[in-house]
Protein backbone atom coordinates (compact mmCIF):
# COMPACT_ATOMS: atom_id res chain seq x y z
CA UNK A 1 0.00 0.00 0.00
CA UNK A 2 3.03 2.15 1.04
CA UNK A 3 4.10 1.89 -2.68
CA UNK A 4 1.26 2.75 -4.41
CA UNK A 5 1.02 6.21 -2.19
CA UNK A 6 4.51 6.76 -2.95
CA UNK A 7 4.12 6.74 -6.40
CA UNK A 8 1.14 8.67 -6.92
CA UNK A 9 3.52 11.69 -5.20
CA UNK A 10 6.22 10.79 -7.45
CA UNK A 11 4.21 10.83 -10.70
CA UNK A 12 2.64 14.03 -9.05
CA UNK A 13 5.50 16.01 -8.42
CA UNK A 14 7.02 14.76 -11.65
CA UNK A 15 4.13 16.54 -13.40
CA UNK A 16 4.42 19.75 -11.42
CA UNK A 17 8.00 20.23 -12.83
CA UNK A 18 7.30 19.01 -16.36
CA UNK A 19 7.68 21.66 -19.27
CA UNK A 20 5.00 21.48 -21.43
CA UNK A 21 4.82 22.01 -25.01
CA UNK A 22 1.55 22.33 -26.77
CA UNK A 23 1.12 19.66 -29.38
CA UNK A 24 -2.19 18.42 -31.73
CA UNK A 25 -3.60 15.17 -29.97
CA UNK A 26 -4.12 14.32 -33.39
CA UNK A 27 -6.53 11.23 -33.58
CA UNK A 28 -5.91 9.93 -29.99
CA UNK A 29 -8.69 12.12 -28.03
CA UNK A 30 -10.12 11.26 -24.94
CA UNK A 31 -13.83 12.19 -26.44
CA UNK A 32 -15.55 9.06 -27.16
CA UNK A 33 -17.06 10.82 -29.72
CA UNK A 34 -13.90 10.81 -31.80
CA UNK A 35 -12.08 8.30 -30.42
CA UNK A 36 -10.95 5.69 -33.18
CA UNK A 37 -9.51 2.37 -32.42
CA UNK A 38 -6.46 1.35 -34.43
CA UNK A 39 -8.26 -0.20 -37.30
CA UNK A 40 -10.44 3.04 -37.77
CA UNK A 41 -7.34 4.77 -37.67
CA UNK A 42 -6.30 3.40 -40.61
CA UNK A 43 -9.92 3.65 -42.41
CA UNK A 44 -9.84 6.83 -41.71
CA UNK A 45 -7.63 7.86 -44.76
CA UNK A 46 -3.53 7.98 -43.32
CA UNK A 47 -3.53 11.23 -44.21
CA UNK A 48 -3.60 10.04 -47.88
CA UNK A 49 -0.96 7.36 -47.70
CA UNK A 50 -1.81 4.14 -49.48
CA UNK A 51 0.29 1.96 -47.08
CA UNK A 52 -0.12 2.38 -43.22
CA UNK A 53 2.60 0.84 -40.78
CA UNK A 54 1.93 1.43 -36.93
CA UNK A 55 2.22 -0.45 -33.93
CA UNK A 56 0.66 -0.44 -29.78
CA UNK A 57 2.37 -1.92 -27.15
CA UNK A 58 2.76 -2.85 -23.06
CA UNK A 59 5.42 -3.66 -21.00
CA UNK A 60 3.48 -4.22 -17.66
CA UNK A 61 4.73 -5.03 -14.11
CA UNK A 62 2.05 -6.62 -11.57
CA UNK A 63 3.04 -6.96 -7.65
CA UNK A 64 0.39 -9.40 -5.89
CA UNK A 65 0.31 -8.77 -2.39
CA UNK A 66 2.86 -10.79 -0.56
CA UNK A 67 4.60 -12.55 -3.32
CA UNK A 68 7.32 -11.49 -5.89
CA UNK A 69 6.48 -9.10 -8.73
CA UNK A 70 6.23 -9.56 -12.60
CA UNK A 71 7.53 -7.91 -15.26
CA UNK A 72 6.40 -8.65 -18.88
CA UNK A 73 6.57 -7.10 -22.59
CA UNK A 74 2.69 -7.92 -22.53
CA UNK A 75 1.97 -7.66 -26.17
CA UNK A 76 3.50 -5.59 -29.27
CA UNK A 77 1.03 -5.52 -31.75
CA UNK A 78 1.97 -4.71 -35.53
CA UNK A 79 -0.67 -2.75 -37.69
CA UNK A 80 -0.62 -2.79 -41.32
CA UNK A 81 -3.10 -1.17 -43.82
CA UNK A 82 -2.92 -0.93 -47.36
CA UNK A 83 -5.42 1.47 -49.62
CA UNK A 84 -5.79 -0.48 -52.82
CA UNK A 85 -8.55 3.06 -54.46
CA UNK A 86 -11.33 4.82 -52.80
CA UNK A 87 -13.34 2.29 -51.74
CA UNK A 88 -11.24 -0.83 -50.78
CA UNK A 89 -8.82 -1.24 -47.89
CA UNK A 90 -6.85 -3.85 -46.27
CA UNK A 91 -6.23 -3.73 -42.39
CA UNK A 92 -4.66 -6.33 -40.30
CA UNK A 93 -2.61 -6.69 -36.84
CA UNK A 94 -0.25 -9.09 -35.96
CA UNK A 95 0.32 -9.52 -32.37
CA UNK A 96 3.48 -10.61 -30.25
CA UNK A 97 2.31 -11.95 -26.38
CA UNK A 98 5.30 -12.49 -23.77
CA UNK A 99 7.89 -12.31 -26.09
CA UNK A 100 6.68 -15.99 -27.25
CA UNK A 101 3.52 -15.90 -28.97
CA UNK A 102 2.89 -14.83 -32.11
CA UNK A 103 -0.88 -13.98 -33.36
CA UNK A 104 -2.73 -12.44 -36.17
CA UNK A 105 -6.12 -10.37 -34.26
CA UNK A 106 -7.31 -8.68 -37.29
CA UNK A 107 -6.70 -9.16 -41.27
CA UNK A 108 -10.28 -7.84 -42.99
CA UNK A 109 -10.80 -5.80 -46.36
CA UNK A 110 -13.09 -3.24 -45.91
CA UNK A 111 -15.05 -2.51 -48.97
CA UNK A 112 -17.03 1.70 -49.25
CA UNK A 113 -20.48 0.89 -50.80
CA UNK A 114 -21.42 4.53 -50.02
CA UNK A 115 -20.45 7.08 -48.27
CA UNK A 116 -21.94 5.66 -44.69
CA UNK A 117 -22.05 1.73 -45.55
CA UNK A 118 -19.26 -0.71 -45.91
CA UNK A 119 -18.91 -4.51 -46.15
CA UNK A 120 -16.23 -6.36 -44.50
CA UNK A 121 -14.65 -9.81 -44.51
CA UNK A 122 -11.95 -11.60 -42.69
CA UNK A 123 -10.98 -11.72 -39.03
CA UNK A 124 -12.26 -9.36 -37.07
CA UNK A 125 -13.28 -7.69 -33.26
CA UNK A 126 -16.79 -9.12 -31.90
CA UNK A 127 -18.21 -5.93 -31.25
CA UNK A 128 -19.41 -6.34 -27.69
CA UNK A 129 -18.34 -3.85 -24.92
CA UNK A 130 -16.43 -0.97 -25.35
CA UNK A 131 -12.18 -2.80 -24.85
CA UNK A 132 -12.76 -5.32 -26.89
CA UNK A 133 -12.83 -2.79 -29.41
CA UNK A 134 -10.89 -0.07 -28.35
CA UNK A 135 -8.13 -1.76 -26.17
CA UNK A 136 -4.94 0.06 -27.08
CA UNK A 137 -3.25 0.79 -23.82
CA UNK A 138 -4.02 4.37 -24.16
CA UNK A 139 -7.28 4.36 -24.45
CA UNK A 140 -8.48 2.85 -21.21
CA UNK A 141 -7.30 3.56 -17.66
CA UNK A 142 -5.44 0.69 -15.53
CA UNK A 143 -2.15 -1.04 -16.43
CA UNK A 144 -4.45 -4.14 -16.93
CA UNK A 145 -7.78 -3.94 -18.95
CA UNK A 146 -11.10 -4.34 -16.68
CA UNK A 147 -11.64 -8.13 -15.24
CA UNK A 148 -15.25 -7.83 -17.08
CA UNK A 149 -13.35 -8.13 -20.57
CA UNK A 150 -11.35 -10.77 -19.62
CA UNK A 151 -13.73 -13.24 -17.99
CA UNK A 152 -17.18 -11.75 -18.82
CA UNK A 153 -16.28 -10.53 -22.71
CA UNK A 154 -13.38 -12.56 -23.77
CA UNK A 155 -11.08 -9.71 -24.79
CA UNK A 156 -9.15 -10.03 -27.37
CA UNK A 157 -12.66 -11.84 -28.66
CA UNK A 158 -11.62 -12.50 -32.82
CA UNK A 159 -13.56 -14.12 -34.97
CA UNK A 160 -13.62 -14.74 -39.08
CA UNK A 161 -16.77 -13.60 -40.73
CA UNK A 162 -18.88 -11.21 -43.03
CA UNK A 163 -20.55 -8.26 -42.26
CA UNK A 164 -22.08 -4.83 -42.93
CA UNK A 165 -21.27 -1.31 -41.07
CA UNK A 166 -21.89 1.94 -41.38
CA UNK A 167 -23.81 5.10 -39.43
CA UNK A 168 -26.94 6.65 -40.19
CA UNK A 169 -26.00 10.50 -39.53
CA UNK A 170 -29.85 12.22 -39.41
CA UNK A 171 -30.23 9.54 -36.09
CA UNK A 172 -26.50 9.90 -34.88
CA UNK A 173 -25.87 6.29 -34.93
CA UNK A 174 -23.40 3.72 -36.08
CA UNK A 175 -24.39 0.00 -36.73
CA UNK A 176 -22.51 -3.05 -37.30
CA UNK A 177 -23.97 -6.58 -38.06
CA UNK A 178 -21.89 -9.81 -38.67
CA UNK A 179 -21.79 -13.29 -39.11
CA UNK A 180 -18.94 -15.32 -37.19
CA UNK A 181 -17.85 -19.05 -36.92
CA UNK A 182 -18.92 -19.79 -33.03
CA UNK A 183 -16.78 -20.74 -30.04
CA UNK A 184 -15.34 -24.01 -30.00
CA UNK A 185 -16.67 -26.35 -27.23
CA UNK A 186 -15.96 -29.67 -27.58
CA UNK A 187 -13.24 -32.16 -29.39
CA UNK A 188 -12.05 -35.97 -29.02
CA UNK A 189 -9.39 -36.74 -27.76
CA UNK A 190 -8.06 -40.05 -27.47
CA UNK A 191 -11.28 -41.43 -27.17
CA UNK A 192 -12.75 -39.13 -24.55
CA UNK A 193 -14.64 -35.43 -25.08
CA UNK A 194 -12.59 -32.52 -23.86
CA UNK A 195 -14.80 -29.31 -23.63
CA UNK A 196 -13.09 -25.67 -23.81
CA UNK A 197 -15.18 -23.92 -21.65
CA UNK A 198 -15.00 -23.83 -17.67
CA UNK A 199 -16.73 -22.17 -14.95
CA UNK A 200 -13.72 -19.92 -13.64
CA UNK A 201 -13.61 -17.86 -17.40
CA UNK A 202 -16.66 -18.74 -19.09
CA UNK A 203 -16.18 -18.51 -22.90
CA UNK A 204 -12.60 -17.93 -22.93
CA UNK A 205 -11.31 -21.05 -23.52
CA UNK A 206 -13.85 -21.30 -26.89
CA UNK A 207 -12.58 -18.74 -28.70
CA UNK A 208 -11.06 -19.75 -32.17
CA UNK A 209 -8.69 -17.08 -33.14
CA UNK A 210 -9.14 -18.23 -36.61
CA UNK A 211 -6.45 -20.99 -36.12
CA UNK A 212 -7.90 -23.63 -38.24
CA UNK A 213 -11.23 -22.66 -36.98
CA UNK A 214 -13.59 -25.39 -36.91
CA UNK A 215 -17.90 -23.78 -38.16
CA UNK A 216 -21.22 -26.01 -37.78
CA UNK A 217 -23.45 -23.05 -37.62
CA UNK A 218 -22.66 -19.41 -38.01
CA UNK A 219 -23.57 -16.93 -35.12
CA UNK A 220 -24.78 -13.32 -35.42
CA UNK A 221 -23.15 -10.24 -33.89
CA UNK A 222 -24.35 -6.64 -33.76
CA UNK A 223 -24.32 -3.46 -31.92
CA UNK A 224 -25.62 -0.09 -32.21
CA UNK A 225 -24.14 2.93 -31.01
CA UNK A 226 -25.84 6.60 -30.56
CA UNK A 227 -23.34 9.57 -30.48
CA UNK A 228 -26.57 12.41 -30.51
CA UNK A 229 -25.63 14.30 -27.37
CA UNK A 230 -22.61 15.90 -27.00
CA UNK A 231 -19.44 14.02 -25.39
CA UNK A 232 -21.42 11.01 -24.65
CA UNK A 233 -21.87 7.54 -26.53
CA UNK A 234 -23.71 4.74 -25.77
CA UNK A 235 -23.52 1.33 -27.09
CA UNK A 236 -26.26 -1.68 -27.37
CA UNK A 237 -24.51 -5.30 -28.38
CA UNK A 238 -25.90 -8.78 -28.67
CA UNK A 239 -24.38 -11.85 -30.18
CA UNK A 240 -26.43 -15.15 -30.57
CA UNK A 241 -25.97 -18.25 -31.79
CA UNK A 242 -24.31 -21.73 -30.75
CA UNK A 243 -20.70 -22.76 -30.11
CA UNK A 244 -18.85 -25.19 -32.78
CA UNK A 245 -17.71 -29.17 -32.02
CA UNK A 246 -15.54 -31.58 -33.77
CA UNK A 247 -17.51 -33.43 -36.22
CA UNK A 248 -17.04 -36.70 -34.66
CA UNK A 249 -18.55 -35.47 -31.39
CA UNK A 250 -21.11 -32.34 -32.43
CA UNK A 251 -24.22 -35.24 -32.55
CA UNK A 252 -23.42 -36.68 -28.41
CA UNK A 253 -26.16 -34.30 -26.72
CA UNK A 254 -24.25 -31.86 -24.67
CA UNK A 255 -21.27 -31.34 -26.91
CA UNK A 256 -22.65 -28.24 -27.95
CA UNK A 257 -24.27 -24.94 -26.13
CA UNK A 258 -26.29 -21.79 -27.23
CA UNK A 259 -24.85 -18.67 -26.40
CA UNK A 260 -27.13 -14.98 -26.02
CA UNK A 261 -25.02 -12.28 -25.17
CA UNK A 262 -26.10 -8.81 -24.35
CA UNK A 263 -24.11 -5.31 -23.45
CA UNK A 264 -25.13 -1.99 -22.88
CA UNK A 265 -22.05 0.45 -22.88
CA UNK A 266 -21.85 4.26 -22.13
CA UNK A 267 -18.69 6.39 -22.09
CA UNK A 268 -18.85 10.43 -21.68
CA UNK A 269 -16.24 13.28 -21.36
CA UNK A 270 -16.38 17.04 -20.41
CA UNK A 271 -13.71 18.93 -20.35
CA UNK A 272 -11.21 17.27 -17.46
CA UNK A 273 -13.71 14.78 -16.71
CA UNK A 274 -14.31 11.49 -18.05
CA UNK A 275 -16.64 8.01 -16.80
CA UNK A 276 -17.48 4.79 -18.70
CA UNK A 277 -19.07 1.76 -17.96
CA UNK A 278 -20.66 -1.19 -19.25
CA UNK A 279 -23.03 -4.42 -18.19
CA UNK A 280 -22.52 -7.63 -19.79
CA UNK A 281 -24.93 -10.72 -19.37
CA UNK A 282 -24.77 -13.81 -20.98
CA UNK A 283 -27.73 -16.91 -21.03
CA UNK A 284 -25.90 -20.15 -21.94
CA UNK A 285 -28.33 -22.93 -22.82
CA UNK A 286 -27.54 -26.81 -22.15
CA UNK A 287 -25.05 -26.47 -20.09
CA UNK A 288 -25.72 -29.52 -17.83
CA UNK A 289 -25.71 -31.90 -21.13
CA UNK A 290 -22.52 -29.94 -21.39
CA UNK A 291 -20.98 -30.60 -17.75
CA UNK A 292 -22.29 -34.20 -17.63
CA UNK A 293 -20.44 -34.91 -20.79
CA UNK A 294 -17.44 -33.17 -20.51
CA UNK A 295 -17.14 -33.23 -16.54
CA UNK A 296 -16.92 -29.29 -16.51
CA UNK A 297 -18.67 -26.54 -14.16
CA UNK A 298 -19.87 -24.16 -16.56
CA UNK A 299 -22.52 -21.87 -15.39
CA UNK A 300 -25.59 -21.43 -17.42
CA UNK A 301 -25.09 -17.40 -16.88
CA UNK A 302 -22.45 -15.03 -16.57
CA UNK A 303 -22.74 -11.23 -15.55
CA UNK A 304 -20.57 -8.70 -14.94
CA UNK A 305 -20.45 -4.88 -14.83
CA UNK A 306 -18.13 -1.87 -14.23
CA UNK A 307 -18.16 1.74 -13.39
CA UNK A 308 -15.04 4.10 -13.77
CA UNK A 309 -14.93 7.78 -13.45
CA UNK A 310 -11.56 10.14 -13.85
CA UNK A 311 -10.22 13.75 -13.64
CA UNK A 312 -7.72 15.15 -15.49
CA UNK A 313 -5.59 17.12 -12.93
CA UNK A 314 -3.73 19.42 -15.65
CA UNK A 315 -5.10 22.22 -17.15
CA UNK A 316 -6.74 22.05 -20.29
CA UNK A 317 -3.94 24.29 -21.74
CA UNK A 318 -1.47 21.65 -20.99
CA UNK A 319 -0.45 19.15 -23.90
CA UNK A 320 -0.15 16.38 -21.31
CA UNK A 321 -3.00 14.51 -19.24
CA UNK A 322 -2.41 13.12 -16.06
CA UNK A 323 -5.81 11.74 -14.98
CA UNK A 324 -7.15 9.84 -11.53
CA UNK A 325 -9.71 7.71 -11.89
CA UNK A 326 -10.92 4.89 -9.56
CA UNK A 327 -13.56 1.94 -11.20
CA UNK A 328 -15.67 -0.62 -9.33
CA UNK A 329 -16.59 -3.75 -11.12
CA UNK A 330 -18.00 -7.07 -10.32
CA UNK A 331 -17.88 -9.97 -12.60
CA UNK A 332 -19.47 -13.87 -12.03
CA UNK A 333 -19.49 -16.24 -13.99
CA UNK A 334 -21.91 -18.40 -12.27
CA UNK A 335 -24.15 -15.90 -12.04
CA UNK A 336 -26.42 -19.52 -12.57
CA UNK A 337 -26.09 -23.12 -13.03
CA UNK A 338 -28.16 -25.61 -14.29
CA UNK A 339 -28.62 -29.07 -12.74
CA UNK A 340 -27.05 -30.34 -9.96
CA UNK A 341 -23.94 -28.16 -10.06
CA UNK A 342 -23.63 -25.64 -7.36
CA UNK A 343 -22.75 -22.16 -7.53
CA UNK A 344 -19.05 -21.48 -6.87
CA UNK A 345 -18.86 -18.37 -4.75
CA UNK A 346 -15.35 -17.74 -5.98
CA UNK A 347 -16.41 -17.07 -9.17
CA UNK A 348 -18.52 -14.33 -7.97
CA UNK A 349 -15.30 -11.28 -7.82
CA UNK A 350 -15.13 -7.70 -7.04
CA UNK A 351 -12.54 -5.93 -8.26
CA UNK A 352 -11.85 -1.82 -7.19
CA UNK A 353 -8.84 -0.19 -8.88
CA UNK A 354 -7.73 3.39 -8.20
CA UNK A 355 -4.64 4.81 -9.61
CA UNK A 356 -3.06 7.42 -12.41
CA UNK A 357 -3.02 7.60 -16.34
CA UNK A 358 -0.10 9.85 -17.07
CA UNK A 359 -0.34 10.79 -21.08
CA UNK A 360 3.18 12.59 -21.38
CA UNK A 361 2.72 12.62 -25.44
CA UNK A 362 0.08 11.51 -27.52
CA UNK A 363 0.12 7.85 -27.90
CA UNK A 364 2.50 7.63 -24.52
CA UNK A 365 0.86 7.07 -21.66
CA UNK A 366 2.75 5.60 -18.14
CA UNK A 367 0.42 3.60 -15.69
CA UNK A 368 -0.07 3.08 -11.79
CA UNK A 369 -2.66 1.62 -9.71
CA UNK A 370 -3.68 -0.49 -7.04
CA UNK A 371 -6.46 -2.99 -6.95
CA UNK A 372 -8.52 -4.23 -4.02
CA UNK A 373 -9.76 -7.91 -4.71
CA UNK A 374 -11.66 -10.27 -3.20
CA UNK A 375 -14.67 -13.18 -4.27
CA UNK A 376 -18.14 -14.06 -2.20
CA UNK A 377 -16.82 -17.01 -1.26
CA UNK A 378 -16.36 -16.98 3.29
CA UNK A 379 -13.39 -16.57 4.21
CA UNK A 380 -11.52 -16.57 1.08
CA UNK A 381 -8.17 -14.59 0.77
CA UNK A 382 -7.77 -12.35 -2.87
CA UNK A 383 -4.33 -10.89 -3.30
CA UNK A 384 -4.70 -7.07 -3.77
CA UNK A 385 -2.09 -6.23 -6.58
CA UNK A 386 0.44 -3.28 -6.99
CA UNK A 387 0.61 -2.60 -10.63
CA UNK A 388 3.10 -0.39 -13.46
CA UNK A 389 2.63 -0.20 -16.90
CA UNK A 390 3.83 1.80 -19.67
CA UNK A 391 1.87 1.84 -23.09
CA UNK A 392 2.51 3.13 -26.60
CA UNK A 393 0.15 2.99 -29.63
CA UNK A 394 1.85 4.94 -33.44
Not at 91 to 108: L, P, S
Not at 180 to 196: A, H, I, R
Not at 205 to 229: C, F, H
Request: aromatic letters at 12%; a negative charge; glycine letters at 10%.
Amino acid sequence: MNKFFTFLLILISATAIAQVTPTSQDSITFNPQQQLNAAQRILSGNYGKAVTVGAYGEITYNQPEGNNGELDVQRLVLLFGYRFNDKTQFVTEVEMEHVEEIFVEQAFVNYAVGDNISLRGGLMLVPMGIVNEYHEPTTFNGVERPAVDNAIVPTTWREIGVGVTGRLPEQSLTYQAYIFNGFKSTVNEDGEVTGFLKGSNGLRGGRQKAIKSTVDSPTLSTKIEYYGLPGLRLGLSGYFGKTQAADDVEDIDGANIGVSMVGFDARYAFRRFAARGQFIYASLSDTEAYNNLTDRDLGSALMGYYAEVSYNLLPLTKAQRLFAFARFENYDTHADTDGDLVRNDAFNRTDITTGLSYHIAPGVVLKGDYQFRSNALDNSDVDNRLNFGIGVWF
